[in-house]
């Protein structure tokens, strides 16, 4: 019958095509299993490339050791690569009052960033967790990126700020409908790389389990006072006055 020729006749052209394809791989193996020495040697197409090329351009670069340069004879270690550095949480699943009711607990210029990780560690609420994690990342970011020192990671300032809220429709009963919003907060923590002298000088002072800053802002003032500014005398608007 025609079409079992048919069938055969496929059958045949398929098994000769597998045929051709399956030598086509075995030269091609036995022709890469032939030892680099015992073919032919290659004839440049171009006599440019015959020119010998100075060792420089030719031999790979030296390899670059991992991790900062040592230090010379008689030099100071380097220090850290930056010196300040702010790390964000975008778009939190909470509110900005609930989270500045946590912040202002750690929110202590000077206050080192494990230690502040440690005053919160045992706080039930969500956005104490969300602060723990915040502090975590600054702190194993800026000891692998920025060669920091984890004892000397102080919390310059923490702010925090209202992100976009969620919006989504509330469907009612009889045509009506409402709106639900989610509230959403970025938070911002900056900290930098004290010295030894700010370290010496930072003392926590708590009132009732919770850092009193007022006492604390006073003290720095008193080490620290600011210059004396200058008065200047009011301009007056009207110049023949």
Partial sequence: PPGIARSMAASLARLAFARSCLSGLTRGAARWAVPRAALPPRVPSSPLSTIARPPSATSPPPARPAGPPPAAVGEAPAGPRRTERVFEFKATKTSVKKLCAVTRLVNVHGLPVWRAAELIRWLPQKPALFLRSLFGMAMRRSVREDEMELKRIVIDRIWCGRATYLRRPDFKAKGRMGLIKKPRTNIYLKVRHATDEELSQ?????????????????????????????????????PLA
């Fill in 202 to 238: 930072f003392r926590l002072i708590l009132k009732k389990g919770v850092p009193n800053r007022p006492a604390m802002r006073a003290r720095r003032r008193k080490l620290n006072p600011p210059p004396p500014t200058t008065h200047k005398p009011r301009m007056n608007f009207w």
